[in-house]
């Protein structure tokens, strides 16, 4: 299996510019999250989805942040517009379950705004 | 409110020392346990899931216990390739699919 992949894995944009990440779960899994780490803050989680549903978007911190999840195959998360203190490393996982079970996780993508 | 806490933030161990890293959670229920590793660039991977108080877990020279108020990862005879940023997480019934992951104990093993 390919496992989750993600891309781009490296972005630098600059300020007010839109930003759109992409992920490819593992097939067959049901579940599909956005997590963001950062040194001060670690992983949080933005957005699950289950089913291509969006489940819990709480984390999302504000309305600049968006994601959608079309297929089972294929999720965005896109930010428009970027600021500097978007800047960290964006996880995509996806599980198997509907509720339980271990995440699988993407290489990530390492985003540097300007 | 629902929290994990790992310490410490950083050891650093000599080839072959054997040592433990802490994880303490405060969740309502627990519907699981989960300990990851992560390398530098590159995405957690899954090391383990613990269920209940008194479950043990090994893979190699790792082993996690756990209860009911934290887990331990135990390094035994750590190698160099031992190092990397260990998480924990929890998942509680009250937040549903939600994972709480910890910041992580980052261990260097010194050849």
């Known amino acids: 299996d390919a496992g989750v992949i993600q891309s781009p894995r490296h972005e630098v944009t600059e300020m007010g510019q839109e930003v759109t990440l992409r992920c490819k779960p593992i097939s067959g899994h049901n579940s599909l999250f956005w997590y963001r780490q950062t040194m001060m803050r670690g992983l949080e989680l933005l957005i699950y989805?289950?089913?291509?549903?969006?489940?819990?978007d709480s984390g999302m911190p504000e309305d600049r942040f968006s994601a959608k999840m079309p297929n089972a195959s294929f999720s965005t998360l896109k930010i428009q517009p970027s600021e500097p203190r978007d800047s960290a490393v964006y996880f995509c996982?996806?599980?198997?379950?509907?509720?339980?079970?271990?995440?699988?996780f993407g290489e990530g993508s390492r985003l540097t705004v300007l | 409110e629902d929290q994990v806490t790992q310490s410490p933030e950083a050891l650093r161990l000599q080839e072959g020392e054997s040592s433990s890293l802490n994880c303490s959670y405060t969740?309502?229920?627990?519907?699981?346990l989960f300990w990851y590793r992560q390398d530098p660039g590159k995405g957690p991977e899954f090391l383990f899931t613990l269920y209940s108080a008194g479950e043990e877990k090994e893979k190699e020279r790792l082993k996690a216990t756990l209860t009911k108020k934290e887990s331990f990862l135990h390094i035994t005879a750590p190698k160099p390739e031992d190092s990397a940023t260990y998480l924990c997480?929890?998942?509680?019934?009250?937040?549903?699919?939600?994972?709480?992951f910890g910041t992580g104990t980052s261990l260097t093993v010194i050849p």
């Open positions: 989805f289950n089913n291509n549903v969006p489940i819990d």
């Open positions: 969740v309502s229920g627990l519907r699981g």
């Open positions: 996982a996806s599980r198997k379950g509907d509720y339980t079970g271990e995440l699988f």
């Open positions: 997480a929890v998942q509680s019934p009250n937040t549903g699919n939600q994972f709480y």
